[in-house]
Nanobody
């Protein structure tokens, strides 16, 4: 069992930056692929970025070059650095943990990001 708690969302102007954090507890962090997803109003939840220990990070085309996912296994935390934010990035961002051995998924409660002038 994994518990995920996101933080760092908020209101930012276009071109600005935010860093999201997701703290995990309850299991061995390195045994999970960690990811960020987002869901905009009226749209389906979509992948933003994923990170698996020892592998290259994976990004949605829409955020490549602007977002960076990183993880600190010692702190059981995954981050999403978001730069050059656009209004289309407005969404609720969810942290995801996928247990590598079983493919079981866990989700955080979400943190809202609003990009607006």
């Amino acid at each position: 069992q994994v518990q995920l708690v996101e933080s760092g969302g908020g209101l930012v102007q276009p071109g600005g930056s935010l860093r999201l954090s997701c703290a995990a507890s309850g299991s061995i962090f390195s045994m999970y692929a960690m990811g960020w997803y987002r869901q905009a109003p009226g749209k389906q939840r979509e992948l933003v970025a994923t990170s698996t220990s020892g592998e290259r990070a994976n990004y949605a085309d829409s955020v490549k070059g602007r977002f960076t996912i990183s993880r600190d296994n010692a702190k059981n935390t995954v981050y999403l650095q978001m730069d050059n934010l656009k209004p289309d990035d407005t969404a609720v961002y969810y942290c995801n943990a996928r247990q590598i051995a079983t493919a079981r998924n866990y989700w955080g409660q979400g943190t809202r990001v609003t990009v607006s002038s």
